[in-house]
Every structure is written in C-alpha cells, then in structure tokens.
C-alpha cells in the first residue's frame, strides 16, 4: 500500500441498506492507523425508464435514504475516532462503477457484504463485491465477518502459489501485519492430483524451499513480523478457508484485470468471498506490473 505521506483515502462503499457496521468500523480503524481520510462513498443506481415512466419522487427517496445512510456511517466512524478526518459523497451511477473509478486514488477500497449466492453475485444488481474486487486498482476489503482479535498471537494469512499476484499479495500482508503487531501465516496450498507422478516428500521440500524465497525479502523488511511457512495438501478455498477461522484476514492475490462481472477474479478469491470467516483482502497487480 502507498505511503500515509501522500494521504490517499481509505473509501468505503456504504450500502443503501445499511448493511456495513462491520466495514465502517474496520475502514476507520485501518485510517485512523494508517493517518489517512476515510472517504464514504454511496452511489444511487440510475433508474431505467419504463412505458409508464419513473416517479421523480423515488430518485428524490433514493437520495435522500443514501444521505441518511451515509450520515450515520459518518457518526459511527467519528464516535469510533474522534480525530479521524470523515468525508461523504453522493454518486449518481452504478455502485461497482462507481467504487473502482474511486479506487484509482484510493489506499484501500472496503466493503460491507450483503450475503449473496454465488449466482447472484454474478447475476444480481445489488453484487458489489465481486465485480469491485475484479476491478479496483487498489486492495478491497471486503468485511464478510468480524476480525478475530481474541487470538494470541492475532495473525494474518496470506495464500501463497509463486505467481505475481501472490507476490503483490505477500507485500500487502505484511504491511498490514507490520502495522497490528501480528502474526503472518504465509500458506502455500497444494493439489497432489496435478502433481501425482511426483514425490510428495520432494514436492512438500520443493514448495516449503519456494515458500521460503518468496517471503525472503520481506521478513528482512518487517523482521518483527513473527512469519511461518505451511505448505499444505488440500483445495485452496477450502483451506484458507480453514485457516480463516480464527484470523485477522485473509489476503489474496488477483489474477489480472479481468471482465467486470468478476469472471476472472479468479476461483481461489471467489471462493473466498463466499466462505471465508473474517475479512477478505484481495490485492491487484501493481499498475506498472507487465501483467496488469
């Protein structure tokens, strides 16, 4: 993430059915350690006009829930953190639209979660995560459930596979877990069946050795990051997912741009987003990567 120096917002998308206590509480929690504005951001769908026309009075109502909900959003992060710099804006336009043309000057993005389907977070008009967890150009957040701060030592786990996306996601990882005083679990998941002529001791020495030069240069970087390897057999959703449980966060990298459906967000963050049992951090590429 970028430096506090050049006071890009933490935004958070606020939902129009008030859904997001858990995400306002995180979003001002993450700005106020980082010293960073936090920007509330709520979009009005434009309404498409039928035989019969639509009644002004509806856009009027939908404006006016979307000031309310904004305005008690606000509250929430200023009683949370008096000092904290809160700001709001009203957009007319499509929510995901919307909140990836704020991620291009954004620290984070972050995000409530209305609980959807999969289905209906490809089909539906209310599905926000998926396409901006596509899209964005910054890391998203998305707070499905609460952070769990009981643990000792509190850890963050960050899935790792050797591609540039987990790289760009091991940096986010530690970052965050620089800034909490945590733990970081960095988890390389592995499939047997793609590998089966291969022998699973090798394999397990031959992914922990990867693992190991992965996350190299940035244990140098954050030496009070308290960092393990695990190389594990299994699905990768199923065992982040596991991992989850009793995490901070779970990050993730994002395999390119993808369409804005979130087709190809990729399976591992998707499945995540559905399962996971705390926050879900999925990073992009750096602007500047070749593959981005």
Known sequence: MASAGR???????VDARDHGQLATFWAADEADRRGLPLLLVHAVP???????????????ELHRNGS??????????????PGLEVTCTLVDGEPGQVLCRESRQAEAVVLGSRRLSRTEEF?????????VSAQATCPVIVVREPEHITQEPPYLVVGVDGSPPSAAATDVAFDLAARRGA??????????????RVDEHMAVQTLRRLLTETTAGHASRYPDVDLTHEVIRGHPVEELTKASRHA???????????????????????????HARCPIVTVPLPADHPGA
Do not use: K
Not at 7 to 13: A, K, N, T, W
Not at 47 to 54: A, P
Not at 123 to 131: H, K, N
Not at 183 to 196: F, G
């Open 7 to 13: 006071r890009r917002p933490i935004v958070l998308g």
């Open 46 to 60: 434009q309404l498409t006009t039928d035989l019969c026309g639509v009644d002004p009075r509806y856009n009027e």
């Open 68 to 81: 309310q909900v904004l305005g008690r959003a606000a509250a929430l992060a200023g009683e949370r953190h």
């Open 123 to 131: 089909l539906s008009t209310y599905s926000v995560a998926v396409p």
């Open 183 to 196: 733990a970081l679990r960095a988890i390389w998941v592995w499939q047997s069946q793609l590998i089966a």
């Open 248 to 274: 901070l966060a779970v990050v993730i990298g994002r395999r390119g741009h993808g369409g804005f459906t979130g087709m190809r967000l990729g399976s591992v963050p998707h499945g995540l987003l559905q």
